[in-house]
């Protein structure tokens, strides 16, 4: 069983498993992006703790529409468990990425550390523990800063960022420290995730209670010790469940999506799990337990002391978050990780922001992968998405 503190660096999913199996030395451009008429160039991105992380760029729109004119940036932020790729699995004119090409923007894509696109190291090796010694907060401080400056200085202008999941906790906890906002325009924060407290998910629940410890769950959640082999028989039983589909897989762990197309669901079980540290899924259970958004916790006293010059983890306050700063934010009535309660208690903590720089829209059907993969998204959150944007270009 895993233990909280001192959590050994490990990946929590082993990549071979999923996606990583598919064409893995094929870049994302030229597995998802070029074949359906659009430019992309990849670009890579060091982070000062040494990860080589991919970007991905859609400059213009289909067959270089749109070029010549001036084009804002757009940072699309994928969330906990998969990568970039989550962004373009439906048709072109039902995938962000794509809308945003098309509709005027200069898309970028980033993969978070350790995804498959993103698994580079200056020194280390994927295979060491070293390599997955970090939870969350790297990201906050090292990946995202990173990928900021390196959109700022290519593109000349400040970005508009689109976070899902954990790139909403990300980034709301870096607004919190006063990060990014001088090179940000506006975010836009879909399935928010700030609090968890209220999580439904009984697969998300009991993950989360292994992963700090509270319950013994021997096998498909405490995977610090689990091998490729085991973790195929674990997802092949799930899917081939008598009355149990690989779709319900997916709803177990996101609540009842409204709107997913089940060949997108089929292409996402292809591409999708991705390999996170076992340390990010503790801290993200912390949160779970403890109802505070804190950095992670090492439980004990000596080695809070060492990261952090106090005995207890520093806490993201939200309330910190500069109260101008344009953002926008769609939650679901049937998401199960991003639960309303919990975001109730995030609007709650920016209830000083200034009305005209706060957009709130919820959305009674949507569960968490609806804002990504639903086909109806298209109409219902990403115009007043890009509108939202187009307002505050400046
Ligand atoms: C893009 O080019 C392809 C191939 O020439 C063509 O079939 C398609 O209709 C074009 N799409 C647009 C939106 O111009
Ligand atoms: C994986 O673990 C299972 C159960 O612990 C074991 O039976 C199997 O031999 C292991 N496979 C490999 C390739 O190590
Ligand atoms: C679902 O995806 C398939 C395959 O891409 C497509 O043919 C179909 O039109 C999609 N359905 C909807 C409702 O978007
Ligand atoms: C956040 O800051 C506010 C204002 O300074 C304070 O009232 C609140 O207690 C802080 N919250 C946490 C969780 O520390």
């Given at each position: 069983m895993m233990q909280v503190s001192g959590a050994r660096p490990t990946r929590w999913w082993d990549p071979t498993v999923s996606g990583d199996n598919v064409d893995a030395g094929a870049g994302l451009c030229s597995l998802a992006i070029a074949p359906l008429g659009y430019q992309c160039e990849e670009h890579q991105v060091v982070t000062k703790d040494g990860y080589i992380l991919s970007l991905q760029r859609i400059p213009f729109g289909m067959n270089g529409s749109g070029g010549g004119t001036r084009r804002q940036p757009v940072l699309l932020q994928h969330g906990v468990l998969v990568d970039g790729m989550t962004w373009l699995l439906n048709s072109p004119e039902e995938s962000l990425a794509f809308i945003l090409a098309d509709s005027g923007f200069d898309v970028w894509i980033s993969n978070t550390r350790g995804t498959r696109f993103s698994r580079g190291h200056v020194s280390l090796n994927p295979t060491s523990r070293s390599y997955w010694d970090w939870s969350?907060?790297?990201?906050?401080?090292?990946?995202?800063?990173?990928?900021?400056?390196?959109?700022?200085?290519?593109?000349?202008?400040?970005?508009?960022?689109?976070?899902?999941?954990?790139?909403?906790?990300?980034?709301?906890?870096?607004?919190?420290?006063?990060?990014?906002?001088?090179?940000?325009?506006?975010?836009?924060?879909?399935?928010?995730?700030?609090?968890?407290?209220?999580?439904?998910?009984?697969?998300?629940?009991?993950?989360?209670?292994?992963?700090?410890g509270e319950v013994k769950y021997p096998t498909?959640?405490?995977?610090?010790?689990?091998?490729?082999?085991?973790?195929?028989?674990?997802?092949?039983?799930?899917?081939h469940h008598p009355g149990v589909d690989c779709y319900d897989l997916m709803t177990s762990f996101t609540g009842i999506n409204c709107c997913l197309n089940a060949s997108t669901v089929d292409l996402f079980l292809k591409y999708e799990p991705q390999p996170t540290s076992t340390k990010t899924m503790v801290h993200l259970a912390q949160t779970f337990r403890d109802g505070v958004l804190t950095k992670y916790d090492y439980v004990r006293k000596d080695?809070?002391?060492?990261?952090?010059?106090?005995?207890?983890?520093?806490?993201?306050?939200?309330?910190?978050?500069?109260?101008?700063?344009?953002?926008?934010?769609?939650?679901?009535?049937?998401?199960?990780?991003?639960?309303?309660?919990?975001?109730?208690q995030l609007l709650d903590d920016l209830k000083f922001h200034r009305t005209d720089k706060l957009a709130v829209q919820f959305l009674e059907d949507f569960a968490h992968a609806d804002f990504v993969m639903g086909v109806t998204a298209k109409q219902v959150v990403y115009p007043s998405m890009t509108s939202f944007f187009h307002d505050h270009d400046n």
């Open positions: 969350w907060d790297e990201l906050v401080a090292n990946d995202l800063p990173a990928i900021f400056d390196f959109v700022y200085e290519k593109s000349g202008q400040k970005l508009h960022y689109v976070g899902h999941s954990l790139g909403t906790l990300v980034a709301l906890a870096s607004f919190s420290e006063g990060r990014l906002v001088d090179k940000l325009k506006s975010a836009a924060l879909l399935s928010p995730v700030a609090y968890l407290t209220h999580m439904q998910t009984p697969l998300g629940i009991l993950c989360a209670k292994a992963f700090v498909s959640c405490t995977s610090n010790n689990i091998n490729t082999s085991t973790m195929i028989n674990i997802l092949k039983t799930f899917c080695l809070n002391m060492e990261s952090y010059g106090r005995t207890t983890p520093p806490v993201y306050n939200l309330t910190n978050i500069p109260a101008d700063l344009p953002m926008f934010l769609s939650y679901g009535g049937k998401d199960c990780l991003s639960d309303v309660r919990d975001v109730e």
